[in-house]
Every structure is written in C-alpha cells, then in structure tokens.
C-alpha cells in the first residue's frame, strides 16, 4: 500500500513570497490533516478535512495560510506571504475517517521543509 | 485543555540498556494514547497505541508503553535499546468527544550509544 505522499520535499524562499506544498493522501482515507512541526516541537494540527469539507481550522492563521483538498482526495497548502517564523516543517497526514466518537489511526507523509530567509 | 508533556529533552542510552522515555498527559475523561517515531528527513512512523484493556501495550520494534491512570503517565520502554532506535520520539493523545485534535508531546531526542 502506498504511503501518503508530498511534494516539495524541501523548499527555501524569501520572506513575503508565496509557496505552496501538495499531498496525496492514502488510497481511501477520507481525512486528510496538515500539520505545522517548528523545530524543538510537536507537530500542531493547521487543517483538518472530511472529504473536501473543513472539520477543524481553528489554528490555521487565515491571514496568510489556506488549504484546499478538490474532489476529496489530494490538498494543497498555500503560505501568501510567507514570515520568517513559518520555517518549519509541513506534514501531511490521513486516517479512514474521524469524527466525534471515533478515531482512526493518522499515517504521515515524510514532510515539506520550508526555510523562509 | 487536553496537553501531553515529555519532560525530559534527550535521552541517552547505552546499547543494550533498558530505554525509557517519559510521557504525562493532561486531558479530562478517557484519553487514547499514541507513540510516534521520527527519524531524520522522515515521516512520523506509528510505534503503538492504548485505547482501552489491558495496560501494557505491545508495539513495533520491540518497544513497548504502560498506561498509568493514577499517574497519568504513558512512558515508552524497551528492554534493550540499539543503535538503530536513536530517533525523535513523541507522544500523543487524542480525547474523544474533545476538540477532536491530536495533541503532541514536544518529543524527544534518544541517542544510542555504542
């Protein structure tokens, strides 16, 4: 079985610019999760989807990040204009479903390192 | 506030030695309970999970987790550590009925020594 799959694998920019990564979930997993990992901490959930629908945005800073995910499968995240403290790590991740009540388990793609000079 | 705290920053361990790394959690109600591992310009790789039974769980690699609730604690261990499990490992719990969120540890650094 595939993996869940993301492209840039690295990325350097300059502060305002824009940059955008890509995922391609796991065959069938109906959520998809962004994921937010600064060095020295854990990741922090930006972006959680059901399908093509947003469950959970609360800490996506929508001034300068937004995420889509067309047709349900694969999601973009786009940082316009990037700030020096958006350095980090961008991981992408999906389950078979999640809801309240339940809870399946998240499989991690191997991440986008974005370096904003 | 459901928060997941990994108190130490490394941990360093003979090859050989037992491993321990420590996990509290802070969450109200039944928490479910996640090991992850990160090795250099990867993914998180699932190490293994407690929802509900028996305390001791069983995971990939041979590592293993105790669920405490008096204590509420998590800690991973394996009875002798190799050179190959020098990883970032982090800690996670998920509350049902909560924010729906998974809240992670800030990790920890292990490093097997030869």
């Known amino acids: 079985e595939a993996g869940v799959a993301q492209s840039p694998r690295y990325k350097i920019i300059e502060k305002r610019q824009s940059v955008a990564f890509w995922c391609n979930p796991i065959?069938?997993?109906?959520?998809l999760y962004w994921y937010q990992q600064i060095l020295g901490q854990g990741p922090k959930l930006l972006i959680q989807f059901q399908n093509n629908g947003v469950v959970d945005d609360s800490q996506l800073p929508k001034d300068r990040f937004s995420a889509e995910r067309l047709k349900g499968v694969d999601s973009t995240l786009k940082i316009q204009p990037a700030k020096l403290e958006d350095s980090a790590v961008y991981l992408c991740a999906s389950s078979s479903g999640a809801g309240q009540g339940t809870y399946n388990e998240q499989f991690f793609g191997p991440g986008t390192r974005l370096t904003v000079l | 506030a459901q928060s997941v705290a990994q108190p130490e920053d490394q941990v360093n361990v003979a090859e050989g030695n037992p491993l321990t790394v420590k996990c509290t959690y802070s969450v109200s109600g039944n928490p479910y309970l996640f090991w992850y591992v990160q090795y250099p310009n990867r993914g998180l790789q699932f190490l293994l999970k407690?929802?509900?039974?028996?305390?001791l769980v069983k995971g990939s690699y041979g590592f293993e987790a105790e669920f405490n609730k008096s204590q509420t604690s998590f800690h991973l261990k394996k009875p002798s550590a190799l050179v190959s499990d020098s990883a970032l490992y982090f800690c996670a719990a998920f509350f049902l009925y909560g924010n729906n969120r998974l809240a992670f540890g800030k990790g920890n650094q292990v490093v097997v020594i030869p």
């Open positions: 065959s069938g997993h109906a959520t």
């Open positions: 407690y929802i509900t039974g028996d305390n």
